[in-house]
């Protein structure tokens, strides 16, 4: 256990619907992250919050979306779904300095499938 | 840009042998190595790390040496279970300021018994 916590477990929804998925860190990181696993993509990074402010951006679509809200729990908004979007979605979290070598933790990830 | 260059899979190997997964990278400077083992319907989980040339990370058998001259950071582990059976990643992070981990495509490995 990883101490990274992610809800829900399991997404089905339809095209063109908005979706959000939880993560929680572990304790003490204030740094998190958000990848995509995709079977044509692989794993892409997405977006990363260090301590409420947003910090780096990847691959990430316009109709996506994220926040970290003060008790450093974060939500990454899909909207306006395609099935292409389907995929296994991961939040990572780490103690992150600017100046740090420090490891990144993963959750269980959300498997998002769009019908 | 960095990246990270993996073996294709899967590699299938027989209980108890000698197991290789190769990994290259292209980055500036001196970035931390890592590897990443996803099981079967589950997250990812950090096998092990190094964080600078000639360490040696290791973890449940399995070692990587990050060898800065060859650019490599290639998973070893002498004697395989079926436990084992997994997608292997590795992974490159910067460690000059807000970094993402730059992942390869992963590697499968199946154990037979």
């Known amino acids: 256990d990883s101490g990274v916590t992610q809800t829900p477990k399991h997404l089905i929804t339809a095209t063109g619907q908005r979706v959000t998925l939880r993560c929680s860190p572990r304790?003490?990181?204030?740094?998190v992250y958000w990848y995509q696993q995709s079977l044509d993509q692989g794993l892409q990074f997405l977006i990363q919050?260090?301590?409420?402010?947003?910090?780096a951006k990847g691959n990430i679509l316009e109709r996506f979306s994220a926040q970290q809200f003060p008790d450093l729990h974060s939500e990454l908004n899909l909207s306006s779904l395609e099935l292409g979007d389907s995929a296994l979605y991961f939040c990572a979290s780490s103690t992150q300095t600017a100046t740090s070598t420090d490891t990144q933790y993963f959750g269980p990830g959300t498997r998002l499938t769009v019908l | 840009g960095n990246s990270v260059t993996q073996m294709e899979g899967p590699v299938t190997l027989s209980e108890e042998a000698f197991l290789t997964i190769n990994c290259t990278y292209t980055a500036t400077g001196y970035p931390s190595l890592f590897w990443y083992v996803q099981y079967p319907g589950e997250g990812l989980q950090l096998l092990l790390k190094a964080t600078k040339a000639d360490d040696k990370g290791s973890n449940k058998g399995f070692e990587a040496t990050y060898r800065k001259e060859t650019t490599s950071f290639h998973l070893e582990k002498g004697s395989v279970q079926v436990s084992d059976s997994a997608v292997y990643f590795c992974?490159?992070?910067?460690?000059?300021?807000?970094?993402?981990?730059?992942f390869g495509t992963g590697t499968r490995l199946l154990v037979s018994p």
């Open positions: 992974a490159l992070k910067a460690n000059t300021g807000f970094q993402k981990l730059v």
């Open positions: 919050y260090y301590n409420g402010e947003e910090r």
């Open positions: 304790s003490g990181d204030l740094s």
